[in-house]
């Protein structure tokens, strides 16, 4: 079970990881220890998650969704299996957490009155400095 913060948590049938071989250096272990670790979450049917935060989520991770929707998360970070296994728990984590953040909505607002005054005053200054800039000394 995650544990994501005090009122969420999300139940072991709902994510299942494999450990694969990792990619890059790794001298004569690399071809023999699957540390790498792939941790697949399915999102749409976790019912600790609201419809909200679903879609929200799915917006936050539409790059590491796969085919059959579920996100996909891996680590390789370190050479140990269990430390991966932890990385990619805590990506997860951190990732439902921004998701479960509502968006405050835009309220539109009207200019103050004072603004106004303060904008055209300033449109008037401009056009008396351009205006000024006009001179007749070069036609000479």
Known sequence: MIQINETISIPES?????AVRSS??????????????????DYFHCEALD???????????????DSEERIVIESQIFRE???????AIQKLRELIL???????????????????????ESKKIKSIIKRNRKSDSFSE
């Open 24 to 41: 890059g250096p790794g001298g004569q272990n690399v071809n023999k220890v699957s540390s790498k670790v792939r941790l697949f979450f």
């Open 81 to 87: 299996q269990p430390k991966n296994l932890d990385a």
């Open 51 to 65: 419809f909200e935060t679903k879609f929200r989520l799915k917006k936050l991770a539409e790059k590491i969704i």
């Open 98 to 120: 921004k998701a479960l953040i509502k968006p405050k909505i835009r309220r539109a607002t009207r200019p103050t009155l004072s603004s106004k005054i303060r904008r055209v």
């Open 14 to 18: 709902d994510y299942f990881w494999k």
